[in-house]
């Protein structure tokens, strides 16, 4: 009892504190600094129309690398911690027909729109990570419907490593070319889709990051999945 | 009905998804269809195994034109149960008189039974519970006096005339 009245007090006093402080923030005038510069300059100097995407990828592509490593390090820790000699599905209740054929037709359209989400990512809301996730939402109704649903590892694998590379060999080259990390050679250099801003063959190297990104996050989260639902079997 | 060749199957696969790429991108634009027609080409050659036994064959003029005909047909039923539901709700009384019935179905292809169990659960006042090979375990919210039988053929008879029957003869055509 005194704990929890104790805990109660000190979550008060903390959110006072925060509100104390937020009181000084003037919402809804106009205090943007860097964000006016991003919001004047996003098309000419990256051609994206979704400004947030044009910042995630271009003007700070460094974070976002970073949390695709993040990722990658979840998945790997993900299955080092569950690695085990051998591994199998051992769930016994198939899915009832309303379930496993409700799970057969919706699976072609469920990637198809995670791929529509990635592919559009510097023109509508989105990008790589959410169409990545919902490509793994997929695989994760498959396993949920077939209790013997496996994805094929093999080609998973080798995806998420060739994908992997592939954004860092973008980066590279645009180091090559460009003098910097991540430098978008593609719009900077090439002018590729200048007169096309709004439609989908623009953006420079957005697009292709954000399928690589979408390619990565769909296939490492499924790897989570599949190891989260296995269990261990004795020989 | 015997699966179609991998071909035709692929292709119904393509098609179909294409025409979801039209609808979620709203645009003609030359290059959104081409991008559309290049990923369903790959999302089609990673699912058209799963997606479709039947094939082309889905895309024959009698079964489009009696799934056109069914759209307002489901709607009618579904607005017409609605009301009936809240009738029961307002009722001062509660007129209700739940069950879970039995009832044999004369589709036999798995996304007919799909759509079967669908349209009962979407029409208030039913509800499917469990399909069992031709076999609909229904919770009906009234269960009419006809179905209160000892005999089972006749229980069966009763519920399946109440329930499956006036969408089968549809669902029949559209999927087998």
């Known amino acids: 009892m005194l704990k929890r009245a104790l805990a109660i007090i000190s979550l008060l006093l903390i959110g006072y504190w925060i509100a104390q402080g937020l009181a000084g923030v003037p919402f809804g005038q106009d205090r943007m600094l860097v964000a006016q510069y991003y919001l004047d300059h996003v098309k000419e100097q990256t051609g994206a129309v979704n400004a947030v995407t044009a910042i995630v990828v271009n003007y700070r592509g460094f974070d976002t690398l970073g949390e695709v490593t993040v990722l990658f390090i979840a998945s790997t820790g993900v299955g080092a911690l569950l690695w085990r000699r051998k591994k199998q599905r051992t769930a016994k209740t198939e899915g009832s027909i309303v379930l496993t054929t409700g799970t057969r037709l919706l699976v072609p359209f469920v990637m198809l729109f995670g791929a529509y989400i990635f592919i559009h990512g510097h023109l509508t809301p989105g990008g790589g990570f959410p169409g990545g996730a919902t490509i793994a939402t997929a695989f994760l109704l498959l396993y949920m419907a077939f209790v013997q649903y496996e994805i094929p590892h093999k080609a998973f694998e080798k995806v998420e490593g060739a994908v992997g590379v592939s954004y860092v060999l973008v980066g590279l080259i645009g180091l090559a070319i460009g003098g910097y990390f991540l430098y978008d050679w593609i719009w900077q250099d090439w002018g590729f889709g200048v007169d096309n801003i709004g439609r989908l063959l623009s953006g420079g190297f957005i697009p292709i990051i954000y399928t690589i990104i979408g390619l990565k996050v769909g296939t490492e989260l499924s790897g989570i999945i599949d190891n989260m639902l296995k269990e261990e079997v004795s020989e | ?176």
Request: aromatic content about 12%; charged content about 20%; some cysteine.
């Open chain 2, 1 to 176: 009905m015997g699966e179609a060749s991998k071909i035709s199957r692929y292709l119904y696969t393509v098609i179909v998804l294409f025409l979801i790429w039209l609808a979620i991108t709203a645009s003609l634009d030359v290059q959104e269809l081409g991008f559309g027609l290049l990923l369903s080409l790959i999302v089609a050659a990673f699912t058209y195994e799963i997606f479709t036994t039947n094939g082309l064959a889905n895309l024959h003029p009698r079964r489009i034109a009696y799934m056109i005909a069914y759209i307002p047909y489901f709607l009618w039923a579904m607005i017409k149960a609605n009301i009936d539901v809240a009738y029961r709700v307002l009722h001062p009384k509660r007129p209700i008189r739940p069950g879970i019935v039995k009832c044999r179905t004369v589709l036999s292809s798995d996304v007919g039974k799909l759509a079967l169990a669908n349209s009962i659960t979407l029409t208030p006042g039913t509800i499917t519970l469990d399909v069992d090979d031709d076999e609909y375990f229904i919770h009906w919210i009234w269960v009419p006096d006809e179905a209160l039988v000892e005999s089972e053929e006749e229980h069966v008879k009763a519920s399946s005339e109440g329930i499956t029957v006036p969408f089968e003869k549809f669902l029949k055509v559209i999927f087998g």
